[in-house]
Nanobody, 117 residues
Framework: QVQLVESGGGLVQAGGSLRLSCAAS????????MTWFRQAPGKEREFVAAINWSGEYTNYADSVKGRFTISKDNTKNTLYLQMNSLKPADTDIYYC??????????WGQGTQVTVSS
């Protein structure tokens, strides 16, 4: 059974940076596509970024393109999201998923990101 554990969230000022991590166990990340989504209370989960199994192909939401970078470290079995030039609109709970670039079949518990203006 796969387990995903996100970390790296926190409070940052607008314009700052954070790097989220998603440590996987039970599956080898090099064999699977993985994604980052985000969700605010009362709203639907929103796609942020995805990476294919080999790491060769990535996709981003227009709202984060050029500011966020998704990557995988196969030696650490970990997914990352480097977030730069953060805006208050990026405030959300961020979730990693595994299994698909569009509809992951397993999720982590989420990590809170808060960007102050």
């Amino acid at each position: 059974q796969v387990q995903l554990v996100e970390s790296g969230g926190g409070l940052v000022q607008a314009g700052g940076s954070l790097r989220l991590s998603c440590a996987a166990s039970g599956r080898t990340v090099s064999n699977y596509a993985m994604t980052w989504f985000r969700q605010a209370p009362g709203k639907e989960r929103e796609f942020v970024a995805a990476i294919n199994w080999s790491g060769e192909y990535t996709n981003y939401a227009d709202s984060v393109k050029g500011r966020f970078t998704i990557s995988k470290d196969n030696t650490k079995n970990t997914l990352y999201l480097q977030m730069n030039s953060l805006k208050p609109a990026d405030t959300d709970i961020y979730y990693c998923g595994i299994g698909s670039m569009i509809t992951p079949n397993s999720w982590g518990q989420g990590t809170q990101v808060t960007v102050s203006s």
